[in-house]
Structure formats: structure tokens, C-alpha cells
């Protein structure tokens, strides 16, 4: 796995913890996961998402694999904004579960929400403030948690 920048490493600390709270005040049965667990698409393809939710489901504590994700949440940086948008998208909604994949560009300080809607193609939003609602299920992210703005400054070492 590559190094991160700074940003990177925060703005996925970010989405983890507004989603952690956007889960308590909704008083949801459900789990928000860091990093670190995969997705598992197909046989041959798995991925690992920045953040990702699931509910209602008993965790098993051994394993590496979510069951049911119903969000999924990328953090985009120069080097996987084209894999996140042109080939996670499509494989995440060959999950039955997943209902909200997001996708946090940093750079250009936006979220791209994609929803499962009709027939399974998913609904686009781009977010650039405000509350961004996720239905199923039921939470509420706010945009300056989501992507806050970061102490420091953008100079090379």
C-alpha cells in the first residue's frame, strides 16, 4: 500500500468519526468501520473502503469481510480519483446491500453521492455544503464534518 499525504490520512479520520456520529444521533443499530475491511464484490474482485456502515448485523469479530455494507466511502486523491470513479463505482453496486457510495475529493472540496435507485443505477449528488441524508438508514452527515477545513499548508517538504 502507497504512503498518504496529511490530508489524506485526516479527511479519512474525518469521514469515519462524522459517520460514527451521524450513526449515534440517529440511534441506529449499525457499525461504522475505518479503513482496513474489505468488500468483497465478486470472486475475483474485493475492495477496501475508507469507511464504511453497516447495520442491523451481529459483527463478527475475526473476520476481515463486511457482510452487508449499506455505505461505502472513499476518499479520493490524485492517484485514485479515476479507479474510485470509474471502476469502484460500478463494482460496489454489484453488492445487494449497499444502498450510498461516497466519494470525498478533498482537492476540490465536494462529496459525490451516488444512490442506489431504479433498476439499481445509482442517483448522483455533488455536495459542497450543508446536510447530505442517507436514507436508508436514516442518517445525516454534515458537510463541514464530513471534510473539514485542515490546519496547515499545501508546501512541499
Not at 47 to 67: F, R, S
Not at 120 to 136: F, H, N, Q, S
Not at 140 to 154: I, M, V
Request: hydrophobic letters at 40%.
Amino acid at each position: 500500500m502507497a504512503p498518504e499525504r496529511a490530508r489524506h490520512a485526516l479527511i479519512k479520520a474525518a469521514v469515519y468519526t462524522a459517520l460514527n456520529n451521524a450513526v449515534k444521533r440517529a440511534k441506529l443499530p449499525c457499525i461504522v468501520f475505518p479503513d482496513g475491511m474489505t468488500v468483497k464484490i465478486n470472486d475475483t474482485t474485493s475492495y477496501e473502503p475508507d469507511a464504511a456502515v453497516q447495520c442491523a448485523i451481529k459483527v463478527k469479530l475475526n473476520t476481515v469481510t463486511l457482510d452487508a455494507p449499506i455505505i461505502v466511502a472513499e476518499v479520493a486523491s490524485p492517484s485514485t480519483k479515476r479507479t474510485d470513479a470509474l471502476f469502484k463505482l460500478p463494482d460496489y453496486f454489484l453488492v445487494p446491500s449497499i444502498q450510498h457510495y461516497l466519494i470525498i475529493d478533498p482537492d476540490k472540496r465536494l462529496v459525490v453521492h451516488f444512490q442506489r435507485a431504479e433498476a439499481d443505477k445509482p442517483d448522483t449528488r455533488i455536495v459542497r455544503e450543508g446536510a447530505l441524508r442517507l436514507d436508508p438508514p436514516g442518517l445525516t452527515l454534515d458537510f463541514d464534518e464530513l471534510l473539514p477545513e485542515l490546519p496547515g499548508d499545501d508546501d512541499e517538504d
